[in-house]
């Protein structure tokens, strides 16, 4: 992103994006919905890394979705959205 101030100089801005995710499980048909700052960390902790939790009986998993936000509170909204009944229909 960029930023011009009032000399026409730009200042780059970085901002820290969350990432509202959906997989598949193919061999049990089954979906997981969830958000991160990180998505390449929490998909390697889904399919490899993680030694409890619900995720890890349905291993493997496939990225089928994806949105991104800048605001953490807005990728929690959606989450919960996708986790509705509509959201699922969505899905």
Do not use: Q
Request: glycine share 4%.
């Amino acid at each position: 992103f960029l930023f011009f101030n009032s000399c026409d100089n730009f200042i780059v801005k970085k901002f820290h994006m969350f990432t509202v995710y959906v997989l598949f499980s193919p061999n049990f048909n089954k979906i997981y919905i969830g958000f991160t700052s990180n998505l390449n960390k929490r998909l390697l902790s889904h399919n490899e890394k993680a030694t409890k939790g619900w995720s890890i009986k349905y291993r493997p998993w496939k990225l089928i979705y994806k949105e991104e936000s800048i605001e953490k509170s807005d990728a929690m909204r959606r989450e919960k959205e996708l986790k509705s009944h509509r959201g699922r229909d969505f899905i």
